[in-house]
């Protein structure tokens, strides 16, 4: 088991783009949503993964992710899950040494930019590039699981 | 993905342990009860196993399984099921060439014995062995992944 202390935000401009170190193109599906126990398919260039999250206790989030063939991953996600429902190029960008992953998403929820960054700890207060707005840590409407219910950026 | 095509009944009695083959201990949790998409954990013998199932169709079910590291499946089952809900013990009986799956179960279970039988495609008609009871196949009341939110028999 992997535990994940993150904090989340919305992205107001692209100026990261042309700072990124990498970019990954990232396609998901959700065999369940529900928050206490997510279960995701992803495919992350052309390796495919299943993972299981926890419930968010503020930043933190129990996750346990598997290798799985990438045939399996494209079944199950067509025969469980209509499809891949959420499609995003994920960015990585160093900020004064921080690595940010910001997910530029495709498609149904085109617009939405959503950038994270893993902390060592809850309390660490990493400084926050110009292009951050506002915090969504811990907002369902912002986890993946819930956009893949519906089409559009949460308002 | 492995497509199962089988039958489950109730048995009547435990003369079938006597001629059994094999037995194994079964406990399972479930971080998806969905019949849609069912996710299940198992632990048999000491191999762990994550595996997700489609809806029934008839006799007929997808079915794709990965193996696990053993702590893995501990943890997730402790953290996001409240443990393993399923304990039972499998023994393989066969009966006129045909191999029975039969699973007599324990503790919440205690009681219930079901037998199951995979066929190579649902017209087959195997020989019904003495102690086969009621048939309950694709009865969701006997479902392990319903059988594991409740405790004893389904009336």
Same mark, same amino acid.
């Given at each position: 088991?992997?535990?994940?202390?993150?904090? &989340?935000?919305?992205? +107001?401009?692209?100026?990261?783009? /042309? &700072?990124?170190?990498?970019? +990954?193109?990232?396609?998901? *599906?959700?065999?369940?949503?529900?928050?206490? /126990? #997510?279960?995701?398919?992803?495919?992350?260039? /052309?390796? *495919?993964?299943? #993972?299981?999250?926890?419930?968010?206790?503020?930043?933190?989030?129990? !996750?346990?992710?598997?290798?799985?063939?990438?045939?399996?991953?494209?079944?199950?996600?067509?025969?469980?899950?209509?499809?891949?429902?959420?499609? &995003? +190029?994920?960015?990585?960008?160093? $900020?004064?040494?921080? &690595?940010?992953?910001?997910?530029?998403? $495709?498609?149904?929820? !085109?617009?939405?930019?959503?950038?994270?960054?893993?902390?060592?700890?809850?309390?660490?207060?990493?400084?926050?590039?110009?292009?951050?707005?506002? !915090?969504? +840590?811990?907002?369902?409407?912002?986890?993946?699981?819930?956009?893949?219910?519906?089409?559009?950026?949460?308002?």
């Amino acid at each position: 088991m992997a535990k994940e202390i993150e904090r &989340k935000f919305l992205v +107001t401009n692209t100026s990261f783009i /042309s &700072k990124a170190e990498s970019s +990954t193109n990232i396609r998901q *599906a959700y065999i369940s949503t529900n928050p206490d /126990s #997510t279960v995701r398919l992803r495919i992350k260039d /052309s390796q *495919a993964y299943m #993972t299981v999250k926890g419930r968010n206790n503020g930043a933190e989030r129990d !996750e346990w992710e598997f290798s799985i063939p990438y045939s399996d991953a494209c079944e199950m996600a067509r025969k469980l899950c209509g499809g891949f429902s959420i499609d &995003k +190029t994920r960015y990585i960008v160093d $900020h004064e040494g921080w &690595k940010w992953e910001i997910d530029v998403f $495709h498609g149904r929820h !085109e617009g939405l930019i959503v950038a994270e960054i893993e902390l060592p700890s809850a309390e660490c207060q990493p400084p926050l590039p110009k292009f951050i707005g506002k !915090e969504v +840590t811990g907002d369902a409407r912002y986890y993946n699981s819930m956009l893949s219910l519906n089409a559009g950026i949460p308002v």
